[in-house]
C-alpha cells in the first residue's frame, strides 16, 4: 500500500485533506487492470493504482 501507512492512518490523511466522496469512490472501485488513476479538487491532485496484493498506493501533491 502507500508505504508503511494502515488502512486507518491513510483514511485519516485523505480525510484531513477533504478529498470528495467521489475522489473515494473511484478509488474504491479501482482495479489492478485500470492502471494509475488520478483526480484532483482544490488545490490537490491524487493518484493511485491498486493491487490485490499490495493494496492501495495513493500518491497526494498540492497543486495550486
Do not use: N
Amino acid at each position: 500500500g502507500s508505504g508503511s501507512l494502515s488502512v486507518d492512518q491513510v483514511t485519516c490523511v485523505l480525510a484531513a485533506l477533504d478529498v470528495p466522496s467521489f475522489v473515494l469512490a473511484e478509488m474504491d472501485k479501482t482495479r489492478a487492470l485500470d492502471g494509475r488513476q488520478s483526480q484532483s479538487w482544490g488545490a490537490f491532485e491524487a493518484s493511485w493504482t491498486y493491487h490485490p496484493d499490495q493494496g492501495l498506493d495513493v500518491i497526494v501533491r498540492q497543486v495550486k
